[in-house]
């Protein structure tokens, strides 16, 4: 059994499938498989079981997938540590999160962690879901995800950062413009402009109107909250969305105004990483940059 063995092993689990996994590391589904019967012979045990679709861990594969997971996570740890040692103080940090993420959170962290760490790289990993995020964040070699808190995932941990208001993006010549607030009442009769099913804001707000008895009519979507305000410019509906650092909070002028809906319990977003203990100094370090900047931003929104 090898540490490649237990990492091919992780991979085939989260993709529920030997050739795509094949596709992604470049080889044969034959090697892939070869890893797998390498682990199930040390175990003495079947780890997966096969079927029309692809293949799924057994009882005793999951017990090795979560030990292996966790393993993993701080042996990379360790190993980019070790790495920014030898680099001497250098290093990358690697951060998973949304299209529209950067702009809307970090881009003024981005700027002073780089000018404090001139010689520590950043990457980004886009990705169209706080659930794609967590799978990215656990099969890849990454530091980082910013996502849209949620229910705890097994291995991953989640530090929440601020809570986003919603407001109701509408046209500046809509009735519900003048408003100060609105209630649930005022949102019965709305065209909502929806967030994709698979977004973790989408089950907030979903599960937020629910609880709060409204219903909703929506016959438009949109990929994220850029694309909602823009089609509700454009007058193609309205748009409930979190209010992002930055936006002033009712409109200031414009063909939009963004009109406060305090009935739903704010979002909650932040940081996620497979175990911070195991991260590097960059990569805490340009952590703490955005958060604290996303909460002086909030502070002066307010």
């Not at 963004?258 to 739903?264: I, R, S, T």
């Amino acid at each position: 059994m090898t540490l490649d063995d237990l990492r091919v092993f992780v991979a085939v689990c989260r993709a529920g499938s030997l050739s795509a996994v094949a596709r992604d590391l470049g080889c044969t589904q034959s090697a892939v498989s070869q890893h797998v019967r390498r682990l199930e012979r040390q175990t003495g045990t079947a780890l997966l079981e096969r079927h029309a679709r692809g293949v799924v861990p057994t009882e005793a594969g999951r017990i090795v997938q979560a030990a292996a997971a966790d393993g993993i996570a701080g042996i990379d740890g360790a190993l980019r540590r070790v790495d920014d040692l030898v680099r001497g103080g250098g290093g990358t940090v690697r951060v998973t999160t949304g299209a529209t993420t950067v702009r809307h959170f970090m881009s003024e962290a981005v700027v002073a962690f780089r000018r404090g760490h001139p010689g520590v790289s950043l990457e980004f990993h886009t990705e169209n879901s706080s659930r794609s995020c967590f799978d990215a964040l656990a099969a890849d070699d990454l530091d980082l995800a910013w996502i849209t808190i949620g229910a705890p995932v097994r291995g991953i941990q989640q530090r929440p950062v601020m809570d986003l208001p919603w407001v109701l993006a509408v046209g500046a010549d809509d009735p519900l413009a003048a408003r100060t607030e609105l209630a649930p009442a005022d949102l019965t009769g709305i065209r909502h402009i929806r967030l994709p099913e698979n977004s973790a804001s989408r089950a907030h707000l979903d599960a937020a109107l629910a609880e709060s008895g409204i219903r909703i009519r929506s016959d438009t979507s949109a990929a994220d909250w850029d694309t909602a305000l823009l089609l509700a410019e454009l007058g193609l509906g309205h748009a409930l969305v979190p209010a992002l650092p930055g936006w002033q909070v009712p409109g200031s002028g414009g063909p939009l105004r963004l009109v406060p809906v305090p009935v739903l319990p704010p979002l909650a977003v932040g940081w996620a990483a497979r175990r911070w203990s195991s991260l590097a100094p960059p990569a805490l370090a340009f952590a703490d940059a955005v958060s604290r900047n996303c909460r002086a931003r909030a502070a002066r929104q307010q």
